[in-house]
Each structure stands twice: as structure tokens, then as C-alpha cells.
């Protein structure tokens, strides 16, 4: 089975904190993804990356970065928390090895619940 | 661009009901469409999803929808609920081409009444 754990389950910080989210999976995937969940919204892509050192922004980048220096990791910081980025935060992993990289189930993680005070 | 629009926040059925939900999707080349559940406190587990081929796919716990292009939907049936299917119930949408992103729709939760 694929595993996909999240460093925390739930997280509390003060505004302006540097916030750094883990994310590690075992399943040897080249993808890996961070969408943060608000009701309503549904999920929404923050970056996502798709091998070591390399990272993409998706649709709401603004306010986060992110690392990838091993295969297995991949982290979610937040330079300066902000009370409009309390949320949950979801990491995801996919297999990758399908050249057009479309189709290949995402695999999540259970979630870290941030509140920014 | 892709989207989902999925119809009803919202759905509330009796045990041994039928399950609806309904999801539309908008793209310009051909999609490749999942149905996501996510039970309470946990990560989203994949249901289903269509890649090619046949148009009705079979998922988990008794699950299945049905690809119509026709319709641009996907919609998600069980014939029979299950209080165990009380879940929050999201459709998404990745294309050819696009890498593995993947676009959400709003979800839908589902309450499952006696």
C-alpha cells in the first residue's frame, strides 16, 4: 500500500511565524503535490513537483514555497504565516512513470490542520 | 483551462436510497475524470476514475459513474446507501498533456439518514 504521512496533524502558529509542513512518501512516486481545503472551495493547488529540485506553482503559489531535495520529501513552507492561511493542508503523491503523467491516481496523505493566530 | 462544477454542497439520502451526485466537468481536449471520498479526519482515497475505453466504470464499495461526453458529465451512483457512505464526495479533472494536475470540484457532502 501506498503511505503517505504529514509531519503533523494539527498545527498552531502566530502570525509571522516561518511555518514548514512535511510531507514523505514511501512509494518510490515522482509526483508530489500540496493543496490546501477550505469548505466550500474545495481543494486547490499550491505547487506540486514532479522530481527532485524541481517545483511548479499551481493555481494559489502566493504567500507559500516549497522544497524538494530528496525523492520522498517534499515540504510546504510559509515565509511569514498569515491568518487567511489557516486551513487544512493535503500532500499528495502519484506513480508518474506515464509518459503524459495524466491519468496516474493521486495518492493523499490524512492532512494538517493549520490555525494561524 | 479545466473545471468541475459539482451540483449540490449538499445531498441527504435514506439508508438503501439511491446515491446521486453529479458532477460536470468543461474541457477543451479529452479528460481523464476521478471521484475522490473523504471520510471524516482523514486524506481523499480514490473511488473511481475514467481514463479510456468503457464509458461506465466500476469503483470501490459499490460505486459507479458514467462517462457522457455528450453531456460533459460524470456523475456518481450507488444503488443502495450505506451509513458507512457519509462522506464529503469530490469529482476532479486532468487532461492530456497537463502533467497530473488536478482540478476539484467544490465536493458534495453526503449524509446517509435511517
Known amino acids: 500500500d501506498v503511505k503517505v504521512t504529514q509531519s503533523s496533524r494539527y498545527l498552531v502558529k502566530r502570525t509571522g511565524e516561518k511555518v514548514f509542513l512535511e510531507c514523505v512518501q514511501d512509494?518510490?512516486?515522482?509526483?508530489m503535490f500540496w493543496y490546501r481545503q477550505d469548505p466550500g472551495l474545495g481543494l486547490r493547488l499550491i505547487y506540486f513537483?514532479?522530481?527532485?529540485?524541481?517545483?511548479e506553482k499551481g493555481d494559489i503559489p502566493e504567500g507559500y514555497s516549497v522544497s524538494r531535495e530528496k525523492k520522498e520529501r517534499f515540504s510546504l513552507i510559509l515565509e511569514s504565516a498569515s491568518t487567511n492561511q489557516t486551513s487544512m493542508y493535503l500532500c499528495?503523491?502519484?506513480?508518474?512513470?506515464?509518459?503524459?503523467?495524466?491519468?496516474?491516481?493521486?495518492?493523499f496523505g490524512p492532512g494538517t490542520r493549520l490555525t494561524v493566530l | 483551462a479545466q473545471s468541475v462544477t459539482q451540483l449540490g454542497s449538499h445531498v441527504s439520502v435514506s439508508e438503501g436510497a439511491l446515491v446521486l451526485l453529479r458532477c460536470n466537468y468543461s474541457s477543451s481536449v479529452p479528460p481523464y475524470l476521478f471521484w475522490y471520498v473523504q471520510y471524516p479526519n482523514q486524506g481523499l482515497q480514490l473511488l473511481l476514475k475514467?481514463?479510456?475505453?468503457?464509458?461506465l466504470v466500476k469503483g470501490i464499495n459499490g460505486f459507479e459513474a458514467e462517462f457522457k461526453k455528450s453531456e460533459t458529465s460524470f456523475h456518481l451512483t450507488k444503488p443502495s446507501a450505506h451509513m458507512s457512505d457519509a462522506a464529503e464526495y469530490f469529482c476532479a479533472v486532468s487532461t492530456t498533456g497537463g502533467g497530473n494536475k488536478l482540478t476539484f470540484g467544490t465536493g458534495t457532502q453526503l449524509k446517509v439518514e435511517l
Open positions: 475514467y481514463t479510456t475505453g468503457a464509458t
Open positions: 499528495a503523491s502519484s506513480l508518474g512513470r506515464d509518459p503524459l503523467g495524466s491519468s496516474d491516481t493521486q495518492y
Open positions: 512509494m518510490d512516486h515522482e509526483n
Open positions: 513537483s514532479y522530481d527532485v529540485k524541481m517545483k
